[in-house]
């Protein structure tokens, strides 16, 4: 199951803190994305990027930041500002096209404490 | 603005049973429409798009612009067919949108 990958698996966090997840993939895609996935609620994009040093906010952006400095490493971070950030989040890549297949990492499950 | 709709969050059928899985769209431009899989345990995978206009493990989805819709058929629903299936819409801009997912749950 390589290709593209998260960590931490689990992470955890202080009330006010910010915290940075990793998303990395060695499938030479342009295209990476960000999402959230609440219970019943499917996966809602937070930002995407189809190219280095661009990006795009998505549905849900507030509280979130992101930065696509090289092509293989697309980082989240969950600032203080995000009021509920208790949450599944799932990274993926596609080449770029639109009618391309999105692969998917196997998430970091985030809890603020 | 786009958006996904999977009307069942819950589906439950008997083995050998017919399977549909709805999912209805709304996009003013040209859609690029996915369906993706999630066994337990498992990563978030493709299961088919409709550009491939082909048939993956007895799945088939047609394209209805006119009904704006993408649903998901099987002749004869197998046990390990139980998992959530999400439908998702790409546009040309880059930007994806997924439904809320169905529950598919196939008994003995």
């Known amino acids: 199951d390589g290709g593209i990958t998260q960590s931490p698996k689990y992470l955890f966090r202080k009330e006010g803190q910010n915290v940075t997840l990793s998303c990395e993939q060695n499938?030479?895609?342009?295209?990476m994305y960000w999402y959230r996935q609440d219970p019943g609620q499917g996966l809602r994009l937070i930002y995407y990027s189809q190219i280095v040093n661009d990006f795009q906010k998505g549905d849900i952006a507030e509280g979130y930041s992101v930065s696509r400095e090289k092509k293989e490493s697309f980082p989240l971070t969950v600032t203080s500002a995000q009021k509920n950030p208790t949450a599944f989040y799932l990274c993926?890549?596609?080449?770029?096209?639109?009618?391309?297949?999105?692969?998917f990492g196997p998430g970091t499950r985030l809890t603020v404490l | 603005a786009q958006r996904v709709t999977q009307p069942e969050k819950l589906l439950s059928v008997f083995k050998g049973a017919p399977v549909e899985l709805k999912c209805n769209y709304s996009y003013s431009g040209s859609p690029e429409l996915f369906w993706y899989v999630q066994y337990s345990r498992q990563r978030l995978q493709l299961l088919l798009r409709?550009?491939s206009r082909e048939s993956i493990k007895g799945f088939t989805a047609d394209l209805n612009k006119g009904e704006t819709s993408f649903h998901l058929k099987k002749p004869f629903a197998q046990e390990e067919d139980s998992a959530m299936y999400y439908c998702a819409l790409n546009t040309n801009a880059g930007k994806s949108t997924f439904g809320d997912g169905t529950t598919l749950t196939v008994k003995p």
């Open positions: 993926a890549s596609t080449s770029g096209f639109s009618t391309d297949t999105q692969y």
């Open positions: 499938l030479n895609h342009d295209a």
């Open positions: 409709h550009i």
